[in-house]
């Protein structure tokens, strides 16, 4: 017989705003960028697609492991270690940084491209093309979202090619 095994979803932190329970984290369009999934007998990890900004499906990350496409192996799309963290580089230019700080919480980086080229970044850097996830707030045109906790719905940022934004969506 098997024994149950209980495990909660990680809370995954995007410019301080908190995502518990959303299996998409990121969508642009019908692509998520950012997911929560679940690992047989690891619990919940994030995986995330990593596009060329000429919009070509380079890999995948999930959890500590890259899945590479050819055309991931030929642009030599990297993934690196250091304590706690997980982070996927493109010619030396950090793409996706998850850290770990505990089982249950993760925070995460990102200046991620989209199956069209246009790239979405999710950290303290200067205004990106569509939207802007600094340190202390989510910026999606003239809306500021900060300290927010967003729970159990089915996609957490839903950004569409227009530059509009759904937030909190099932």
Same mark, same amino acid.
């Given at each position: ?8 979803? &990680? ?15 990121? @969508?642009? %369009?019908?692509? &998520?960028?950012?997911?929560? =999934? ?8 994030? @995986?995330?697609?990593?596009?060329? /900004? ?8 999930? !959890? ?11 642009? $030599? ?9 997980? =982070? ?10 998850? @850290?770990?700080? %505990? ?11 989209? /199956? ?9 850097? &200067?205004? &990106? ?10 910026? =999606? !045109? ?7 906790? #967003? =729970? $159990?719905?089915? #996609? ?11 937030? $909190?969506?099932?």
């Amino acid at each position: 017989m098997n024994p149950l095994v209980f495990s909660t979803s &990680p809370t995954v932190v995007l410019s301080t705003n908190r995502f518990r329970d959303v299996p998409v984290v990121l @969508q642009y %369009e019908q692509t &998520p960028l950012i997911e929560v =999934v679940r690992e047989v007998g690891v619990g919940f990890d994030v @995986q995330a697609a990593i596009y060329h /900004p000429d919009g070509t499906y380079l890999a995948k990350v999930k !959890g500590s492991r890259l899945f590479l496409t050819e055309a991931g192996k030929k642009a $030599g799309l990297t993934l690196r270690h250091p304590d706690k963290r997980t =982070v996927c580089e493109l010619d030396g230019q950090t793409l996706l940084e998850i @850290q770990r700080h %505990e089982a249950a919480a993760l925070n995460t980086h990102a200046a991620l491209y989209t /199956p069209d080229g246009s790239l979405i970044k999710c950290s303290d850097n &200067p205004r &990106p093309d569509l939207i802007r996830a600094g340190k202390n707030a989510l910026q =999606v !045109g003239g809306i500021l979202m900060a300290e927010n906790l #967003i =729970v $159990g719905c089915r #996609i957490g940022v839903w950004i569409k090619a227009d530059g509009s934004c759904s937030i $909190g969506c099932s």
